[in-house]
């Protein structure tokens, strides 16, 4: 007996340092959320209070709202194109600096590596000049894609290679003597047990996608714009209209939210098996 008392693993400064955190990054969020059902009248009168009564107009004017559903859909599409270029190249790139010996090898993945060090922001402006003046593709879906799946390439990597390295030698020795060749190895063997670590890469890209502002805010104009940039737009054009901001900026939190928590299990699995590898 030690005389130290344990709640399930962990003292009681553990569950204390626990509550603050998850009260900082949930109190925003749920203050949000709730502001969505109060009048302005009753923000402006107890802005920490709870609704009472309970509006629900200010939701149903998001929801009417035609620009909302057009940012909705390009914010789903641009998102969409992100993780699948995303993950396929990844998972393309992360493979034989997983699998094979080469000369360069390990200086080839920390080209990778070294990736996570630079940030979009300093390469803003030239991928404004390059998108718009050289393959023109502003104010396009892609434009803004593919530099998304370009910066979001070298965590994929990073994440995938361990995961990929721990994958057992002697199944692939298996699908040779089957008289498979390297691209049915990779494509009937790697691919399906490489599937956790991909959903882990494809969610976090989506996510990342998803709630990106300062790429699309150069390359988008009018009704090409994603759903953070229209809720900058909202708060501007109804300033005034505290709870209805707050109603859009709740909904717009939604799917990225839902496939965080629908997909959470397998991101912690992915991160699991990189982190044996």
Request: charged share 10%; hydrophobic share 55%; net charge positive.
């Given at each position: ?6 709640f ?8 204390c340092?626990?509550?603050?955190v998850a009260?900082l990054?949930?109190g ?6 709730l ?7 009753q923000?402006?009168?107890d ?7 309970w509006?629900?107009?200010n939701?149903q004017?998001?929801?009417t709202?035609?620009s ?15 993780t699948?270029v ?20 390990e ?7 070294l990736?996570?060090l630079f940030?979009l ?8 000049i390059l ?14 894609a ?7 390439l ?5 994440i995938?290679?361990?995961f ?5 030698k002697?199944l692939?020795?298996?699908a040779?003597i ?5 691209i049915?190895v990779?494509?009937?063997?790697v691919?399906?047990l490489s ?15 998803w709630?990106s ?5 150069l390359l988008?104009?009018d009704?090409?714009r994603?759903?953070?940039l229209?809720?900058?737009d909202?708060?501007?054009e109804y ?6 901001v707050?109603a859009f ?29």
């Amino acid at each position: 007996m030690t005389g130290r008392r344990t709640f399930g693993g962990g003292g009681p400064l553990v569950y204390c340092l626990v509550a603050v955190v998850a009260a900082l990054t949930l109190g925003p969020v749920a203050y949000g959320a709730l502001g969505g059902f109060r009048s302005n009248e009753q923000l402006a009168r107890d802005p920490a209070g709870l609704p009472d009564p309970w509006v629900v107009d200010n939701y149903q004017r998001v929801l009417t709202n035609d620009s909302f559903w057009v940012y909705a859909l390009n914010s789903s599409v641009i998102a969409v194109i992100t993780t699948i270029v995303t993950v396929v190249c990844g998972v393309m790139a992360a493979y034989p600096l997983a699998r094979y010996q080469f000369r360069f090898r390990e200086p080839l993945f920390m080209v990778f590596v070294l990736g996570l060090l630079f940030p979009l922001a300093v390469a803003i402006i030239p991928l404004f000049i390059l998108i718009t003046r050289d393959l023109q593709m502003g104010n396009t879906w892609w434009g803004v894609a593919l530099p998304q799946a370009a910066f979001a390439l070298p965590m994929t990597v990073v994440i995938l290679r361990p995961f990929l390295m721990a994958l057992p030698k002697e199944l692939e020795e298996a699908a040779f003597i089957d008289g498979a060749s390297r691209i049915g190895v990779f494509w009937r063997v790697v691919l399906p047990l490489s599937v956790p670590g991909m959903v882990t890469v494809g969610v976090l890209a989506f996510v990342a996608s998803w709630n990106s502002y300062l790429l699309p805010l150069l390359l988008l104009r009018d009704r090409m714009r994603t759903l953070p940039l229209g809720v900058a737009d909202y708060s501007t054009e109804y300033s005034a209209d505290t709870a209805g901001v707050l109603a859009f900026t709740s909904i717009a939190m939604i799917p990225a939210l839902i496939l965080f928590l629908t997909m959470q299990k397998r991101i912690v699995s992915g991160l699991q098996g990189a982190v044996k590898g």
